[in-house]
């Protein structure tokens, strides 16, 4: 009945999500909301590799590796930006997968550390390295080349098909990494999260499926890079520094990592719209925003996410309470 729900609750969010831009048509709100794609597919990178016992300070490296690599490869190597994305993806995970068999070997505060230093030197290397543009960034990026279909051609020349090439890009991201979580990897994740040591003596290979969640989650951090790169159509070191890596984790633990799909997304949604809702206070919003995150710290210990799932059984009891009386 649970999985009846969660089947029925996802094709509703879905329905909504195409029909989102014939309603709401302001460029503005459009933006935000394409944001919230990216940002979700980004905390979803923190919160699987958050299932196998890890806490990365490092998801914005590999964020700003594929905005520079698909951007370069466009600007440079003169492909199409439907090749540059994939080879751009690819190349984060390939990325990923060196500086893997190196911090797997320390796991725990040592990871956390060494990801923060990689989150530095990547930075570092944007500004000092000329290809990539110094602290200036790159400017002028171009968009993605126009899709021309039977009913309808997609020419990227307003904010309505970057809305659903994000839309797609968050399903990709969720269906893969549930058809994941729902497998023998997923569960062999979660046995390494209760318990390393004892999943470990059960014949797990512990820094092995470490090694996979981290790439998978950094190649596809690295493919919403690619999607950023061209939809701002220009980039700079400092976008993808340690402030941004904070911010990916404040979208996955304050949504709720033990829903590793639907609290990135709450996350994203809530903690992307309301600074910019606050904007017409700026001397305020950061002490609202930050409130609003201790509160839910504190009272929401599970998350979003996890409140949300808790409001039907809550309400089935109530309902059954006032029944009996």
């Known amino acids: 009945m649970k999985y009846s729900h969660t089947k029925w609750i996802a094709l509703v969010l879905f329905v909504l999500a195409l029909v989102l831009p014939f309603v709401v048509q302001n460029p503005y709100y459009l933006h935000l909301i394409t944001m919230v794609y990216v940002n979700a597919i980004l905390a979803m990178g923190f919160a699987?590799?958050?299932?196998?016992?890890?806490?990365?300070?490092?998801?914005?490296?590999?964020?700003?590796?594929?905005?520079?690599?698909?951007?370069?490869?466009?600007?440079?190597s003169g492909l199409s930006f439907w090749l540059a994305m994939p080879a751009s993806t690819m190349m984060t995970g390939m990325v990923a997968l060196c500086f893997g068999f190196l911090l797997m070997r320390y796991p725990g505060v040592g990871f956390v550390v060494f990801t923060?230093?990689?989150?530095?030197?990547?930075?570092?290397?944007?500004?000092?390295?000329?290809?990539?543009?110094?602290?200036?960034?790159?400017?002028?990026?171009?968009?993605?080349?126009p899709i021309h279909l039977p009913f309808y051609s997609f020419d990227f020349s307003s904010k309505i098909p970057y809305y659903y090439l994000s839309l797609f890009l968050f399903l990709v991201t969720a269906i893969f990494f549930y058809s994941?979580?729902?497998?023998?990897?997923?569960?062999?994740?979660?046995?390494?999260k209760l318990d390393s040591r004892l999943a470990e003596a059960v014949?797990?290979?512990?820094?092995?499926?470490?090694?996979?969640?981290?790439?998978?989650?950094?190649?596809?951090?690295?493919?919403?890079?690619?999607?950023?790169?061209h939809?701002?159509?220009?980039?700079?070191?400092?976008?993808?520094?340690?402030?941004?890596?904070?911010?990916?984790?404040?979208?996955?633990?304050?949504?709720?990592?033990?829903?590793?799909?639907?609290?990135?997304?709450?996350?994203?949604?809530?903690?992307?719209?309301?600074?910019?809702?606050?904007?017409?206070?700026?001397?305020?919003?950061?002490?609202?925003?930050?409130?609003?995150?201790?509160?839910?710290v504190i009272f929401l210990p599970g998350g979003l996410a996890g409140f949300a799932q808790r409001i039907p059984t809550v309400l089935f009891r109530w309902y059954t309470a006032i029944a009996r009386k």
């Open 48 to 76: 699987l590799i958050y299932s196998t016992g890890l806490i990365t300070l490092g998801a914005s490296a590999f964020w700003g590796i594929g905005a520079y690599a698909s951007t370069l490869l466009v600007m440079k």
């Open 116 to 145: 923060l230093l990689i989150c530095f030197v990547i930075e570092r290397m944007f500004v000092y390295i000329k290809i990539f543009g110094g602290w200036g960034g790159i400017i002028g990026i171009p968009p993605p080349n």
């Open 180 to 192: 994941l979580y729902s497998s023998r990897i997923g569960r062999a994740w979660r046995a390494i």
């Open 203 to 229: 014949g797990v290979y512990v820094n092995g499926y470490r090694l996979a969640a981290f790439v998978v989650a950094s190649t596809f951090t690295g493919l919403a890079g690619s999607f950023y790169a």
């Open 231 to 296: 939809y701002s159509m220009t980039i700079n070191p400092e976008t993808f520094g340690i402030l941004k890596s904070i911010h990916i984790q404040i979208y996955a633990i304050l949504g709720g990592l033990e829903s590793y799909i639907l609290g990135p997304l709450t996350g994203s949604i809530v903690f992307t719209l309301l600074p910019e809702f606050l904007q017409i206070s700026p001397e305020i919003e950061p002490y609202v925003t930050g409130t609003v995150l201790i509160l839910i």
